[in-house]
């Protein structure tokens, strides 16, 4: 496992209520590191994450994982293993009192699920499932233990993966939100600017860890997107110097090139059964959006205006696409039914707006808002009407959601440099230096 060379940066500000005219600073440090003794921040929970059985099982590397995923995640310390009072296992009951002197609210215990006995409650016996990580809460306020589970290990047991998804449903447990340790992040990283730049299509954690290559070129790579199982990645790209659109099978590291027509070839955007691939096309001419079938390649016109029509984002439901068009002489969001019809346009807050990104809940709409000196990340309110920016700017672009909704990653650009950025709901500061410009990104969906 390796750094990965990005510029991700997590940001300890609400997605929703944030000021943006508050300046993004970092949180303290015992934020996001263990201490020696609990002190939690205002609303906040000191954790204490536990690996119970032998210390040279691998599980026991999951532990520092899901520690560090829950100190990114909200708004948490950590004790540190050095001061923990006792050396727990699954036989006998926490010394509460114990754990409660050093300031713990709870105690999470991760362990291999064949070393825990008595497992018939979470759906297995002892020894009968040695491939699975057995988790459980406790509560050191209510003295018990408030929930327990079984795990079964991601194949090739991987424990970092593990790790990522245990704390994934830790959280769930502990705010009612799903975490997002274990989705991905996809962007391109450009090396040289210029004339004889290259680039990279890339895939990380959302931590930064674990980098794969899906493409590189000297030609650009842009507009990444899922597909609604996280399997595949559609992108834009070129091929021989003409534009097309590429789907690449993360499973089997197969590309196929699924569409290289006469002039504009580009903006896929995934619909929410997988099925459907909206794309701009033009054939030489205007640029339109265009819906294609994956299975048989059929193609809908779906836009048939005079204007450039593009980067389309599908509603959850699937019934209606918002996407960016300069039709009334200025780059504005619509929003229109898949059935076609008339387009409506969203109220607009700057000189321009682009980049639409519907949330998860269909309830919002994250936009780009150009102000002339600046452009930043707006949330546009679909039932209320109401408007507020996230981000402070100066130079922000390509909202994209977690597929919990609490969290989006947008690209800035800092020092002449892309960095990514994730506004999240009681998030902290986290910021991996880069040495590439970095651009382009997208959120995986959750993988089950």
């Known amino acids: 496992m ?3 060379p990005t510029g991700f940066v997590l940001l300890a500000l609400s997605a929703c209520q944030a000021s943006p005219q508050q300046p993004e600073t970092p949180p303290s440090a015992t934020a996001s590191v263990p201490v020696a003794r609990c002190q939690a921040s205002s609303g906040g929970h000191c954790i204490a994450v536990v690996a119970v059985g032998k210390p040279d099982s691998p599980l026991a590397d999951a532990r520092a994982v899901t520690e560090r995923d829950l100190l990114h995640s909200g ?3 950590a004790l540190d293993a050095q001061s923990f009072p006792e050396k727990p296992d699954w036989t006998q009951p926490l010394h509460y009192a114990q754990w409660k002197a050093l300031g713990v609210d709870y105690v999470i215990l991760q362990g291999p699920a064949d070393s825990a006995p008595g497992l018939q409650t979470v759906g297995t016996s002892p020894g009968a499932n040695p491939s699975a990580l057995h988790l459980r809460i406790a509560d050191i306020r209510q003295e018990k233990i408030t929930w327990l589970t079984n795990l079964p290990l991601p194949p090739g047991g991987n424990v970092t993966l593990a790790g990522h998804q245990s704390s994934d449903l830790i959280l769930q447990q502990l705010t009612g939100i799903r975490g997002v340790a274990a989705t991905s992040i996809a962007y391109v990283a450009v090396a040289q600017p210029g004339r004889n730049a290259s680039y990279k299509l890339l895939v990380s954690n959302v931590d930064g860890e674990d980098e794969k290559v899906i493409a590189e070129s000297r030609d650009p790579l ?6 609604p199982d996280a399997k595949r990645i559609a992108y834009g790209g070129y091929d021989a110097g003409r534009s097309a659109v590429y789907v690449h099978d993360l499973e089997t590291g197969k590309t196929t090139r699924l569409i290289s027509e006469k002039g504009i070839n ?3 955007a995934w619909s929410p059964d997988g099925k459907t691939l909206a794309l701009t096309l033009s054939f030489g001419r205007n640029p339109d ?3 294609i079938d994956i299975a048989s390649g059929t193609r809908r016109r779906i836009t048939t205006d005079a204007g450039i029509e593009t980067e389309v984002s599908w509603s959850p439901d699937g019934r209606s696409i918002a996407f960016t068009s300069d039709r009334g002489g200025v780059a504005r969001v619509y929003t229109m039914s898949v059935d076609g019809g008339t387009a409506r346009q969203l109220p607009a807050y ?3 707006t682009s980049n639409p990104s519907y949330s998860p809940d269909g309830k919002s709409i994250a936009v780009v808002v150009d102000q002339g000196r600046d452009s930043r990340i707006g949330l ?3 039932d209320s009407g109401s408007f507020e920016f996230i981000s402070g700017g100066p ?3 390509k909202p994209s959601f977690a597929p919990n909704g609490a969290m989006l990653v947008y690209a800035a650009e800092d020092a002449r440099r892309g960095q990514l950025k994730i506004r999240a709901l009681g998030g902290v500061l986290r910021q991996l230096h880069a040495d590439e410009d970095v651009r382009e990104p997208a959120w995986s969906p959750y993988r089950n």
């Open 395 to 397: 130079r922000d672009e």
């Open 380 to 382: 546009y309110n679909l």
């Open 350 to 352: 700057g000189k321009q």
């Open 2 to 4: 390796r750094r990965v």
């Open 75 to 77: 708004p948490y310390t």
């Open 289 to 291: 959006i265009y819906f």
């Open 266 to 268: 580009g903006s896929p």
């Open 222 to 227: 842009m507009s990444p997107a899922w597909s």
